[in-house]
T-cell receptor, first 112, second 112 residues
Framework: QKEVEQDPGPLSVPEGAIVSLNCTYS??????FMWYRQYSRKGPELLMY????GNKEDGRFTAQVDKSSKYISLFIRDSQPSDSATYLC????????????FGTGTQLKVEL | EAQVTQNPRYLITVTGKKLTVTCSQN?????MSWYRQDPGLGLRQIYY???????DKGDVPEGYKVSRKEKRNFPLILESPSPNQTSLYFC???????????FGDGTRLSIL
């Protein structure tokens, strides 16, 4: 079983829809959490970083962390065709060196 | 512009021919890492470095070497590449040991 599980999709939504992307994890020692966006032929680009349970909002993006359920989410409001990309969740341990553990990514397509 | 730069972006080579992938960051970050990205497996850390001359293994270090002689550079060396090292490689850097990492745009290696 992988430490971090993420539905690979693809997920196809109409422009303007609210998108919900999710990851579950098995290691309760993970302390900090990130969402990255990866366009084709590009590197992962940091979208959101959170260190605790709860919600964090940045523009159209909201990250949610529920440590008790070992579940993190990314919500995208008013989705745009430019949001079409692969979204990767990542998490790390305090005292765990410099390693991030990634989900395999969810491919999102926002259609006109 | 803050960035992580990898070269080459694409390389096709043959089994056993030594190769080096360079990585340079201009953010004065202490920490640098190498990851490989494979379908269904996500990003997995190969090696990381905490400072000049200080490196440590990640999850999949076999067949790879690294060196950190200058703070800004962290090359990845494949001394005798094999076909199972065909993958997409990313270099990353971070200011702190724990927290988000900034990624380069990747190097696609094909070992025939």
């Amino acid at each position: 079983q992988k430490e971090v599980e993420q539905d690979p999709g693809p997920l196809s939504v109409p422009e303007g829809a609210i998108v919900s992307l999710n990851c579950t994890y098995s290691n309760s020692a993970f302390q900090y959490f990130m969402w990255y966006r990866q366009y084709s032929r590009k590197g992962p680009e940091l979208l959101m970083y959170t260190y605790s349970s709860g919600n964090k909002e940045d523009g159209r993006f909201t990250a949610q962390v529920d440590k008790s359920s070992k579940y993190i989410s990314l919500f995208i409001r008013d989705s745009q065709p430019s949001d079409s990309a692969t979204y990767l969740c990542a998490m790390g341990l305090t005292g765990g060196g410099n390693k991030l553990t990634f989900g395999t990514g969810t491919q999102l397509k926002v259609e006109l | 512009e803050a960035q992580v730069t990898q070269n080459p972006r694409y390389l096709i080579t043959v089994t056993g021919k030594k190769l080096t992938v360079t990585c340079s960051q201009n953010m004065n970050h202490e920490y640098m890492s190498w990851y490989r990205q494979d379908p269904g497996l996500g990003l997995r850390q190969i090696y990381y470095s905490m400072n000049v001359e200080v490196t440590d293994k990640g999850d999949v270090p076999e067949g790879y070497k690294v060196s950190r002689k200058e703070k800004r550079n962290f090359p990845l060396i494949l001394e005798s590449p094999s076909p199972n090292q065909t993958s997409l490689y990313f270099c990353a850097s971070s200011l702190r040991r724990e927290g988000p990492q900034h990624f380069g745009d990747g190097t696609r290696l094909s070992i025939l």
